[in-house]
């Protein structure tokens, strides 16, 4: 227990020198409405994916570096192993901006699965690197679609 809040702690400290993602992807001049990325990250480290708090302080995080107030709480269920599936959570939440953020957990694999749709603009490239390093993917694969 000790040792995974040790790597908690680390992680979190690697994450607070992470740039905010306000750096413009999306054009100012763009007449797009919104961005949204999916992110899948693989070979996560259990320590981040399995613990409740350090997906819902991610959530806090990333909605801190775009500038954006978290709206309640979050949503988190936690999904048993069943026929075509793996246990993990699935977390959802909003906030100002037009903003929501969903994660997704595949304990099995130890992947996780992110998805952020904001109004706000915010460079997916650093969201990307701001998930491997505070989730210690060993690979991910990123998608991002302009919403008009």
Do not use: W
């Not at 750096?23 to 949204?36: D, E, G």
């Not at 959530?59 to 309640?72: D, K, N, T, Y």
């Not at 992947?111 to 603009?121: C, E, G, I, T």
């Amino acid at each position: 227990m000790i040792k995974a809040n040790l790597f908690l702690a680390a992680a979190l400290l690697l994450c607070l020198r992470t740039p905010d993602l306000h750096a413009v992807r999306v054009p100012k001049n763009s007449r797009a409405y919104a961005l949204h990325t999916i992110i899948d990250l693989y070979n996560c480290s259990p320590h981040t994916y399995s613990n409740l708090y350090a997906l819902t302080s991610c959530m806090a995080q990333i909605c801190s570096r775009l500038g954006v107030q978290l709206i309640g709480e979050p949503s988190a269920t936690y999904h048993q192993a069943g026929y075509g599936y793996s246990s993990g959570y699935t977390i959802t939440q909003q906030a100002t901006g037009h903003t929501t953020i969903t994660l997704h957990v595949d304990e099995l694999r130890g992947d996780v699965y992110v998805d952020l749709f904001s109004a706000m603009r915010y460079d997916d490239d650093l969201l990307r690197r701001f998930l491997i390093t505070y989730f210690q993917a060993r690979s991910s694969e990123t998608d991002a679609i302009l919403r008009n």
